[in-house]
């Protein structure tokens, strides 16, 4: 979702009209031939990454012409160090999107190899990085007051991800558990519908009202909007207290300096997880891919397939036949998958942790493990005792929380329900 002015804003009809399948075939006969597949070693624990990306330009029947707004970035041994990698993907809305997808892409790595604190503290290097990059945003010639740029990204430092998010598009690991594999969320989408976050732009002098409430055509006194799932066609948007503007659908981004007066922010929610053997990838995707497919359903997509050049395809193809049913036109599409081969007992940490984290769209059961064609190799067996993804949040700080292995979050049943 983007703000009210930008390409996620216009109410186009049900595309009832429209042969989905075709525009999914012309995608993914696209997509194939311009994937890669590469690899990088993370030497210090002896394991190895398989990563392919893809990113395509939106379907929009009013503006064939409509740049790509997403950008990615992929860069290997960070500061010359061959155990740090980073990947990101950055979703650009508003007028000048694209301009601020691109420099948010080239500049963020950037200052992050530059921070000699980088191997050190990543948590409070990639706030500062966030921060800087901000500003550096404003104070260039891209007219930032309507546009901006969210960012989901992943740091691996050795066996440990950290993950750095503003905005809606999202991070979320495959974790393999049982005869089961399991989405678990490495970010939390930063919207209205987080009830923390509203309260916090509303305390910043937001109005958090939906398009529909803004135009009087249901009472704005009603500051209840369900789930992102119910009501994604009619989210709550922030707005001025005397304008009808910005009407971001999101709490936190870069850029956009009108919204930050009520609230966006570009201070970075960061996570860490540590790897473990039954952590098979994990999955960086704009909310092109996630508007219409929970987590569950992207990682479940995604296991079928050992190579991730297909796996990106498929996921592409579905996210884009998903938006022309339920509209005429689609998002655009970016997503990274990275494979973690060969990591063994002895290479990974060996604490048990529980996993914090909110409910996800849908209720899509796990794929079975007789599912999931051989993406790692046999260091991972059926017997092996599972472990629990480790995920701490703050905006300035994450840590590891230890908990005994038998301990299971409440929302595991949101995920199993097979």
């Known amino acids: 979702m983007g703000c009210v002015h930008g390409k996620c804003c216009s109410r186009y009809p049900s595309s009832s009209d429209v042969d989905s399948r075709d525009y999914r075939e012309v995608a993914s006969r696209r997509n194939r031939s311009q994937i890669s597949l590469e690899h990088v070693a993370v030497p210090s624990h002896n394991f190895n990454l398989q990563y392919s990306f893809l990113t395509q330009p939106g379907y929009y029947p009013d503006d064939p012409d409509k740049l790509n707004q997403d950008s990615f970035c992929i860069k290997t041994k960070l500061q010359g160090n061959p155990n740090i990698h980073f990947f990101g993907v950055f979703d650009g809305h508003g007028q000048f999107g694209t301009q601020c997808s691109n420099f948010v892409k080239d500049r963020l790595v950037e200052i992050l190899a530059s921070d000699p604190t980088l191997a050190d503290d990543p948590v409070k290097a990639y706030s500062s990085a966030f921060m800087t990059m901000n500003q550096e945003l404003h104070d260039s010639e891209i007219d930032d007051s309507m546009s901006g740029t969210t960012a989901i990204t992943v740091l691996v430092i050795g066996d440990t991800l950290y993950v750095a998010n503003v905005g809606d598009s999202r991070a979320v690991i495959a974790v393999k558990d049982g005869n089961q594999i399991l989405a678990e969320n490495l970010s939390y989408d930063q919207t209205p519908f987080r009830k923390d976050e509203c309260e916090r732009v509303k305390l910043c ?18 500051q209840s909007w369900g789930d992102e799932e119910s009501q994604g066609g009619d989210p709550p948007r922030l707005w001025v207290q005397n304008g009808m503007y910005p009407g971001t659908a999101f709490t936190r981004s870069v850029g956009d300096s ?76 970016t997503i990274i998958i990275v494979h973690i081969k060969d990591l063994s007992n002895s290479s990974a940490g060996v604490t048990d942790g529980r996993t914090t984290r909110r ?19 046999s260091d991972v067996s059926d017997q092996q005792q599972p472990y629990q993804l480790s995920v701490a ?24 329900v097979g």
């Open 393 to 416: 949040m703050n905006r300035t700080e994450a840590v590891i929380v230890p908990a005994p292995a038998s301990q299971r979050p409440s929302e595991s049943s949101v995920l199993d």
């Open 359 to 377: 409910s996800s769209k849908g209720t899509d059961s796990p794929v079975s493990w007789s599912e999931h064609y051989g993406l790692v190799g």
């Open 205 to 222: 002098g937001a109005r958090v009202l939906s398009v529909d409430q803004v135009e009087g055509l249901k009472d704005p006194e009603i």
């Open 258 to 333: 009108t919204a930050e007066k009520i609230g966006v922010v570009a201070d970075p929610e960061v996570s860490t997880a540590q790897l473990m053997p039954n952590h098979l990838f994990f999955i960086i995707a704009s909310d092109g891919v996630f508007e219409f497919l929970s987590s569950q359903a992207v990682v479940n997509m995604a296991a079928r397939y050992s190579d991730p050049r297909d796996a990106c395809s498929a996921i592409a193809a579905e996210s884009y036949k998903l938006w022309l049913e339920h509209e005429n036109r689609t998002d655009d599409i």
